[in-house]
């Protein structure tokens, strides 16, 4: 038999639902990034302790990196994939040069240098569209120097807005839907900056 909800109740048990699945995917970007340092420590021999020390961060921008690499480079191996992640994550984000010029040699020994100069490129593009996606919402330096503290906020955006644009919700929703998100834990911002996200993603003022 078919269980007919209103649109308030499917809101309702979104809204108390979006917790739990928004933990799941803020451990698994840390799990991640503790699983490549470990594929590139044992498979490359590089101590690449970034992936631990900003492991949510990292491996925000990281994770989709690589699927984006397996997914249009298919003929590429384990390790050209990994040189591949480390050689963008060093010449955006972390300022090594001996590190970086160790990275770079090999990938030029493997003739992988225009795959390098894609992965650079598309993270650039997927840095740029999280700027314009947030807009002002994030004011200060810190955002303009710094995008990679924020980082780690683009898979759980991403499903916010897969899950709620497309719903009309009241004020009242909205702001028992900023409270939940605030005390989930995972949002390293301020209150103000969460409800502006939330406001974006719903398209409401």
């Known amino acids: 038999m078919d269980i007919l909800i209103t649109e308030s109740q499917q809101k309702l048990l979104i809204t108390e639902g979006v917790g739990e699945t928004l933990q799941k995917l803020y451990s698994g970007t840390i799990d991640y990034s503790a699983d490549l340092y470990q594929r590139v420590l044992k498979r490359l021999g590089i101590n690449f302790k970034i992936l631990l020390t900003f492991s949510s961060m990292i491996g925000g921008m990281a994770r989709p990196l690589e699927e984006f690499l397996r997914g249009n480079f298919p003929n590429l191996t384990e390790d050209e994939i990994l040189l591949l ?121």
């Open 85 to 205: 992640l480390i050689g963008t994550i060093s010449i955006l984000y972390f300022e090594n040069k001996e590190l970086l010029k160790e990275v770079l040699s090999k990938i030029k020994k493997l003739g992988i240098e225009s795959e390098l100069k894609t992965a650079v490129n598309k993270t650039k593009s997927l840095e740029s569209s999280f700027r314009r996606f947030l807009g002002n919402t994030v004011k200060g330096a810190s955002f303009t120097s710094d995008v990679i503290a924020y980082t780690y906020m683009i898979p759980l955006l991403g499903y916010l807005v897969n899950v709620f644009q497309g719903h009309t919700f009241t004020p009242e929703e909205i702001e028992l839907l900023i409270t939940r998100l605030s005390a989930i834990g995972i949002f390293h911002i301020s209150t103000e900056m969460l409800s502006d996200i939330v406001k974006k993603i719903l398209k409401v003022k």
